[in-house]
């Protein structure tokens, strides 16, 4: 079975800084697309980040400047490193896999991030 599993969630104040990090070891990780979700309770789940297997990266306008997403394919690791937090970047973050276009796409548990004072 595929597995994703995310650690690095926290509580952490209001401008302070914590890195994801998101372990795929059963899958042939070059392959694939990575990203990071987020969902708020009551809200929709978002695409914060991604990364592709060439290395291109995009991100969520609320996010820009402030996380970098990054992946080591020899570690079969993806990491998000989030500066300058803010109370709405609460939330579950879910780790993302997805290989030709979506035919085969796998997601982690989710690791919970909360931003407050």
């Known amino acids: 079975q595929v597995q994703l599993v995310e650690s690095g969630g926290g509580l952490v104040q209001p401008g302070g800084s914590l890195r994801l990090s998101c372990a795929a070891p059963?899958?042939?990780?070059?392959?694939?697309?990575m990203g990071w979700y987020r969902q708020a309770p009551g809200k929709q789940r978002e695409l914060v980040a991604k990364?592709?297997?060439?290395?291109?990266?995009n991100y969520a306008d609320s996010v820009k400047g402030r996380f970098t997403i990054s992946r080591d394919n020899a570690k079969n690791t993806v990491a998000l490193q989030m500066n300058s937090l803010k109370p709405e970047d609460t939330g579950v973050y879910y780790c993302?896999?997805?290989?030709?276009?979506?035919?085969?796409?796998?997601w982690g548990k989710g690791t919970l991030v909360t931003v407050s004072s």
């Open positions: 993302n896999a997805e290989r030709l276009g979506g035919v085969w796409n796998y």
């Open positions: 059963s899958i042939t990780f070059s392959s694939y697309d």
């Open positions: 990364i592709t297997r060439g290395g291109s990266t």
